[in-house]
Structures are given as C-alpha cells and as structure tokens.
C-alpha cells in the first residue's frame, strides 16, 4: 500500500463508513452525497488495488485494511482536532463563534434569555446553539461548550456547576386546584398518595435514567422523548409528570403537587474543552452564563 496515495479526505470516508457501517450513513455524518461516498471509495480502493469494505445486504463491514486505515483515521482526526483547538485556544479576542450544545428543556426555561443577553453584550460573537438531549462530544469540535444536567461530568472537560435542578410533580392547575380540599391533605402531597394517578413519563429517548427508574413503578401509559413535550401534555390534563421546577413553576397552568424529589436532584454543569478555556470569548461567555444563573437561582 502506497502511504503516499492516502489522502486525509480518503481517511475521512473510510472512517465514516466503518463508523455508521453504511454508504447513507456517511453521506450524512460528511454532509456529502451518496453518490460522492460511493465514488470516492471505489476510486481510493481502484487506486490502492485493495478491499476496504465487503458489500452484504446488513451494510458495509471493513476488511483487515479497511481496519487498518479506519485506526489511522481516528489518530489523524484526533491530532487535527487537537490542533484546531490549540490554535483557537490562543485567540484572546471578543469575536469569531461559539458552538453551544443544550437540552430543549435548559434553552426553553433558563436560558433563552441569557444568551440574548448575551448577544446584546457581545454582538461580535456568534452563537450556534445545538439543542439536542443527545450528547455532543466537545473533544471532537461537535461543540465548543455544553450546558447540561449530570451527576457526573467527564473527567477530560473542564467547567463549573451553575446550580441543582429540583424536580416535582405537577399536575393541571384546573384539575388539581381543588384537590387538598377533596383529600383533605394540604400541599404538597406524598407521591406515594398519587401512585394510581394517570402519570406522564419519559420515553428511553429522553435519556433521563434516574427518572425511568422513579417512575418504574408508576403508571405510565403516556410517554414522550422531551421534557417540553411532557409539560405541554400535564397542561393539557393529560395526567400528572414529573418536570423540572425552574420550568414549570413558572407555567400558570400548572400546580406544583408535591415537595421536590430530593433522588431526582441532579446538578447543571457549564463545561468547556480544557484547550479551549482561556479563548477570550469562551471565557466571557462561562462567566456570562454563571452570573445569570446565579442571579435566576438567588
């Protein structure tokens, strides 16, 4: 094999179909079209007169060389993205973008308006903000910092923790206004009295483990893979759910049913890449965010 012939855009597609085993699955993971990944690799295997995959009906599986290069495509990636990091970590600028990765939950309830905000302060920094319940590795460049709930926060990032996220059971103000009265019980009331209540629960998309677990023994015929998706269900009186109290406590048409749930306590990390925690506008944008996370939980 001629090291010579290999390109770093051929390792690129020989990694993206080792990695989602399918030629669809690369187009989209290089935003190229299938036609291209098709092309490109029928050419370098043409080119280095070697099999890097064998076709099957399951997908494309690699060869020992298609193995072989797949590694060498991790190492290049990883000292490319290594570099790219280094060098955005020695620009001290209020400028350039930032690449943001959060849950729909987090933007919708806490910090919309902190990143408007933000942009207010800052106009020559541009924001992309990720909004997915799906991790996004701040390694690979997929974002530059992440706001996110976790009880334990990777070891090779760098960050602060903003605050502990409560959670508690609402229901719909209209339903529930009246209920300590017909139970005779002041709010908030023991979850354990609410067990055969209709419950709305997290779907295994969500990605909330310790939720699942809570609600194992609950009845849950109603599931969604989205916080704001559960909140709008529990608005429309369609059974009770668990949520985050920064969100619903300030939904008037809910009613906070219960105290909250001191298992389901989890703490809200803010965590960068430990390359890229002096860059001036990453800086500015953690202590952005600490001290109006800071000022909302006061």
């Not at 996110?148 to 609402?170: C, F, H, M, N, W």
């Not at 609410?194 to 709305?200: G, N």
Request: charged content about 20%; glycine content about 6%; some cysteine.
């Amino acid at each position: 094999m001629n090291e010579q012939q290999i390109r770093w855009d051929d390792l690129q597609i020989v990694l993206a179909i080792a990695e989602t085993g399918s030629l669809s699955g690369a187009s989209r993971a290089l935003r190229i079209s299938h036609a291209t990944v098709f092309r490109r690799l029928n050419e370098m295997e043409r080119r280095l007169k070697v099999t890097l995959f064998e076709r099957s009906r399951t997908g494309y599986i690699p060869t020992l060389s298609g193995d072989d290069l797949a590694a060498s495509a991790r190492r290049v990636q990883s000292e490319v993205k290594g570099a790219e990091r280094r060098i955005i970590g020695q620009d001290l600028t209020l400028s350039g973008s930032l690449r943001i990765t959060t849950t729909d939950t987090l933007f919708a309830g806490l910090l919309s308006p902190l990143l408007a905000s933000f942009r207010q302060r800052y106009p020559d920094i541009t924001l992309e903000v990720v909004i997915s319940n799906q991790r996004q590795s701040l390694s690979r460049r997929e974002a530059d910092i992440a706001i996110r709930p976790t009880r334990q926060p990777p070891e090779t990032l760098v960050g602060r923790k903003l605050s502990d996220i409560s959670l508690a059971i609402y229901g719909q103000k209209a339903l529930w206004q009246n209920a300590p009265l017909l139970l005779n019980t002041p709010l908030p009331l023991d979850p354990v009295s609410l067990q055969q209540e209709a419950w709305i629960g997290p779907d295994v998309q969500l990605g909330d483990t310790a939720l699942e677990k809570w609600m194992m023994d609950k009845r849950a015929a109603y599931k969604l893979d989205s916080m704001l998706g559960m909140q709008s269900a529990v608005r429309h009186g369609a059974g009770i759910a668990v949520l985050p109290c920064y969100l619903a406590d300030a939904d008037e048409a809910l009613l906070k049913l219960s105290a909250p749930i001191e298992a389901l306590t989890t703490p809200l990390w803010l965590l960068t890449h430990p390359d890229l925690r002096h860059v001036a506008r990453v800086r500015a944008f953690m202590q952005a965010i600490a001290e109006g996370v800071g000022q909302q939980s006061a």
